[in-house]
Structures are given as structure tokens and as C-alpha cells.
């Protein structure tokens, strides 16, 4: 009997779990915590003021039911608000869906662009789950190399695109990688787009954590924007909303019919007191996020301040920004061996890039993603110390290159 391969069994197992079970069996002390670098999603709870504002919505008979597939009207409005109000704008409720987090808002627009055999492109290093739900859909996810800076250039990634091409996805700022893509790049690519008739996809989840002040771009001040610009965005991480899971689609209509039809399948609406939290994060919290952002900024500069203690020992910072450092490194064996043995000798969990890049790729083999979201000057100073003492072999020159 002929096997079939399930969509599921299309890709790898996710990559969060896989390194988790690292853990297993090993032993860290109260002198030498655990440094848990591989996740960046905020563990503390939201604020006081937003958890005492939902346990009143708990009394609220209607944040336990359905609501509109699309979202709240309330916070569609106040995020297209908000979003105008960045890159000076003049979307409206109608642009805006709300979803189950950003992950399903990828999902839905995906879904509402895609059919089998198409293609995307993805700059790598990529975020994996992007690549996990193309595999999923029988999607072909394009690789798009990045240069030295870890920034997609146009001129790399026109001759890639084909007929089946559908979309160009930009994560900015970057996950895994942190960097800030300029202005210029995504002008760059909203050009390229529109020339072929494709959609760009830009992932702004992180965008309340970019070191430049005001919006990063202003393609929202394009006349003809609507035909070519979707922007996704999570308010999981500005608001600690993670478990409530709430995300945004911000897109012409005619695309949102589309993933009105996603949602009313999948998931109905997204989930009703997360949408009531997330309002009234947006409507209360803006000098609290303000702080969120200056803290993460500061850990930012905790990693720039205690880099060179690793530099010296060979290692590259290759990009910084939003929740993560991407590091080179600089020893014999890939990092895919390494990851595993940074927990049990130096009690770091961290994610290697190959679980950021195609299989093949050399480059994940050189690389970490460290992720600072729940850590904090201290720990970030230690976690160098760590990283600066390991005694492993180094790779030679030639092997490096």
C-alpha cells in the first residue's frame, strides 16, 4: 500500500518543544541558574492594571461568546487608529481583521493568497513557523539570502521570482535575526512587488521595540498601497497578551473577505477577552508600553556593551534588535551539536540557526539566536561570562570561511 505524507508530516517537528527536551536530565544549581535564552515571548504576567480591567470583562456575559469573525468592531477601529496615527495612514475598521495571534494571522493570509504549487519568498535566516505552515499547504517556500548585514536585497531576489510566485514575506524587526530593516529596503521591495503583480507581506509583531524613533517606513502613504502592502502585527508581545492570543491582519478589503472565511473555519473569531484586553492595552497602556520598550532597548545595550568579551574569544554579534542577538560563533562542530551541549556545560538553553535556515544551508552550522525577552542586566553580563569560558574546539580558519 502506498504511503501518503500528510500535510503535517511535510515539515519538521517545531523547533521550541525540540529544544525544551534538551533539558531533560539535566541538573542546574541555585549559584548556576539556567539562562533560557531560546524564546521570545515575554513571561510575565500583563500589567496589574490590564489583569484588574479583565477580570472585570469576566463578568461581561458577551466575553464569553462568539463575536464577529473579523474582530471586535471597538478594537479594529482603535487599531487602525493607532497604526494611522504611526505611519500617518487613513486605514479604517474595514482594513483591519483580528486574529488568533500573528502566527494565524500569517496563516489566513497565506491561506487567502495561496493554492497548492505557488511560491513565496522568505528571506533567511526565516522565522520557522512561516516556513512550517507553507510546508503545510503544499506551498513552496523560496529561500531569499540575505548579505553580510542579514538584510534581503532586491537585486538577490528578483531573478527568483516565477509565475507561481504569490508573495514576498519581510519580518521586520527580524526575527531571528534583529535587524531593522531600512526604509529604503522595504521601498525597495514594495517596488518590486508592485512591478510583478505580488503581494508584500511586512511582519511588524515587533515594531513597538524598533531603536528608531517613529514609523520605520511610511508605505502606508503610498496612494497605491492597497493593492500591494499587507502588514501583520501581535499584540502578544507589547502587552504580555501571549496566552490570549491576539494578532492583526491590517489589508485592503477584498483580501479580508477572504480571510473572514479562514477564521470562520478555523478558529470562529479570536478568542473574545484577549480582544478586550488587547483594546484596552491600546487605549490605557501607552506610557507602560513606552517602558516595555525602553527596558528591552536597555538589554539591548547590554548586549552591545558586553560583546567584546566574546569577540575576543572569536565570536561575531551579526545582528541585534527587537527581543534578539544573532551570534556567530566560532568553534569546530555546528551549532546543531553545540545547542545541546551549551545547556549541559553551561547551563544555556539557545536555538541554533539551522532551525532558522533551509536544510543544506552552512551558515545556520555557524550560528545561535539568542532571545533577551526575559532577561535581564545581570543575567545578560553572565550569560557572556558563560559564553567567553567555554573551552571547545575551534574551528580552523579554512573551515570558518
Known sequence: MTHHISRTEATFPPPIPAA?????????????????????APV????????RAMAEMMEDTA?????PVLGLPELRAELAGHWNGIYDGSLTADNVAITAGCNQAFAATLSALCTEGDEVLLPTP??????????????????LPTDGDLIPQVATAEPLITPRTRAIVLVSPNNPSGVEYPAETLHAFFDLAQRHGIRLIVDETYKDFDIRPGAPHDLLQRPDHAATLIQLYSFSKAYRLTGHRVGAVLADTALLSEIEKFQDTVAICAPQLGQRAALWGLRNLTQWREGERAEILDRRAAFEENAPLIEAAGWKLRGLGAFFAYLEHPFAEGSSTLA?????EAGILALPATMFVPEGDASGER???LAFANVNRETIAELFRRLAALDWPLATQDAAS
Open 367 to 369: 550560528c545561535f539566536r
Open 340 to 344: 545541546p551541549k551549551l545547556v549541559r
Open 44 to 51: 510575565e504576567a500583563p500589567p496589574a492594571p490590564l489583569r
Open 126 to 143: 526565516w522565522y520557522f513557523n512561516n516556513k512550517m505552515w507553507l510546508d503545510m499547504q503544499g506551498v513552496t517556500s523560496v529561500p
Open 63 to 67: 466575553a464569553h461568546l462568539y463575536g
Open 20 to 40: 525544551q527536551r534538551w533539558l531533560r536530565g539535566v541538573t542546574f544549581t541555585p549559584e548556576r541558574p539556567l539562562i533560557n535564552v531560546s524564546q521570545a
